[in-house]
């Protein structure tokens, strides 16, 4: 089992819907969870990051935390063609010190 | 955030051959590490790079294989030894500085082809 799993994808939305993406972790210890963006070509960029259980959001983006059933979640309100690009999960597993440990990413097409 | 540089920014290189990759940045960093990621794939992390230390590596990496060099806190160096095809992929410098949680930032990484 691998310790953070991401649906490949590729997920595609209308332009102004809402896109889901999703992530889960094995490692119940897991404390700090992290997305990042990737554009084709281009190194990860972070969105967002999330450590207590619950909904955090920056402007349309809206990460989502359930320690209990072990996802985490990234909304993205209004999709536009520009958020086409793969989301990367990553997360700091219990007693990894300051490693990330990433998912395999999910992309992201937001269709005219 | 910080500014992250690499050089250089892409090459192709014979096999059995080295390629040092630098990455510097534009103000002191805690911590640096260095990932790969092959094509299609995600990241994977290579070590973290200690100033002034040996770099602490992850299983499946070695110093032979990729020694990692870190004089100060804006610089580091990760040289890809005796290449084969197999080490095409992307290598990608990450900063971050100590705090809760720890925010990592990468740079614009190195697309190393070899034939």
């Known amino acids: 089992q691998k310790e953070v799993e991401q649906n490949s994808g590729p997920l595609s939305v209308p332009e102004g819907a809402i896109a889901s993406l999703n992530c889960t972790y094995s490692?119940?210890?897991?404390?700090?969870f992290f997305w990042y963006r990737q554009y084709s070509g281009k190194s990860p960029e972070l969105i967002m990051f999330i450590y207590s259980n619950g909904d955090k959001e920056d402007g349309r983006f809206t990460a989502q935390l359930n320690k209990a059933s072990q996802y985490v979640s990234l909304l993205i309100r209004d999709s536009q063609p520009s958020d086409s690009a793969t989301y990367l999960c990553a997360s700091i597993l219990t007693g990894g010190g300051n490693k990330l440990t990433f998912g395999t990413g999910t992309q992201l097409k937001v269709e005219l | 955030s910080a500014v992250i540089s690499q050089k250089p920014s892409r090459d192709i290189c014979q096999r059995g051959t080295s390629l040092t990759i630098q990455c510097q940045v534009d103000s002191q960093v805690t911590m640096m590490f260095w990932y790969r990621q092959q094509p299609g794939q995600s990241l994977t992390l290579i070590a973290t790079?200690?100033?002034?230390?040996?770099?602490?590596?992850e299983s499946g990496f070695v110093i032979d294989k990729f020694p990692i060099s870190r004089p100060n806190l804006t610089f580091s160096t990760l040289t890809v030894s005796n290449m084969s095809p197999e080490d095409s992929s992307i290598y990608l410098c990450?900063?971050?500085?100590?705090?809760?949680?720890?925010?990592?930032?990468f740079g614009p990484g190195t697309r190393l082809t070899v034939t």
């Open positions: 490692d119940r210890g897991s404390q700090s």
């Open positions: 790079a200690n100033q002034g230390s040996e770099a602490t590596y």
């Open positions: 990450s900063v971050a500085q100590t705090r809760s949680p720890v925010e990592q930032y």
